[in-house]
């Protein structure tokens, strides 16, 4: 990408779309296009279209969704659907009606069959059935990934798909009805920490593992990928590398600071037993993360020390 090109990010003030904006910005780049959601409702087609007439930005960053943990995704199942088809067809379709010179389009490792081999393998999709709970969200991203080689087979278009794993870093999301396990562990252990509370309860049995990886590290994977990478296929993003929930929680604690018991509620569902990305692709195009999980979990919980008031609380 040039340093002067016009750069959209959509989805700008969320975590992904920040930390894209932000190493952009370190790396000498100052031309970008933005709008808040209530500037520019990417579920509207036409609102869309009109503004990718008028501006016409060279690349595009499509890093806006709605998203949530199992519980926002198990309870929201329409919207979860029909709004991430909408911003996405109408982004991806506009993209190619301005001319843009390349679209990343951002997926979610959730995208997989549940019962996938480990760890996830690009070509693992639509190999088997998605986790029930996020089937919904799931859905609209594989929707996304094959619109972006769509267009790509039948218009030429260079529009590139990534699928991150679990992510977590600054401007997360910490409403605890809504967010992810990582920051709602953060916010946990953090009132219990400040309330004198004795315990804290998490969901299931702790035996899931899962993959983290940092927000500005995967906006150094995105702008690696926009550089360097031009394939139809999707690549995952991710370490490489798992934790159990239960040493996920153990890790936030310690970080927290929080000396209480640690309660597992086997009643409450697990979600999908194991999910690692499969990063060889990632590792031979010649990227790596760089943040290690108890370091980014340090700089989290200092972000959100810092700024839960003015997050999404």
Known sequence: MEKNAKIYIAGHRGMVGSAIHRKLQQEGYTNFVVRTSKELDL?????????????KPDYVFLAAAKVGGIVANNTYRADFLYENLAIQNNVIHSAYSAG????????????????????????YLLSGFLEPTNEPYAIAKIAGIKMCEAYRAQYGCDFISAMPTNLYGPNDNYD?????????????????????????????????????LHADDLAAACLYLMENYSEPELVNVGTGTDVTIKELAETVKEVVGFEGELIWDTSKPDGTPRKLMDVSKLHAAGWQHTIELADGIALAYQDFLENHNTLRL
């Not at 579920?43 to 501006?55: I, P, T």
């Not at 010179?101 to 480990?118: E, H, N, T, V, W």
């Not at 990582?182 to 899931?208: C, D, Y």
């Open 100 to 123: 843009v010179k390349k679209l990343m389009f951002l997926g979610s490792s959730c995208i997989y069959p549940k019962l996938a081999p480990q760890p996830l393998k690009e070509e």
């Open 176 to 212: 605890l009805q809504n967010s992810h396990v990582l920051p709602a562990m953060i916010r946990k252990f953090h009132e219990a920490k400040t309330n004198g509370t004795p315990s804290v309860t998490l969901w299931g049995t702790g035996s899931p593992m899962r993959e983290f």
């Open 43 to 55: 579920r509207n087609q036409q609102a869309v279209a009109d503004f990718f007439e008028a501006e």
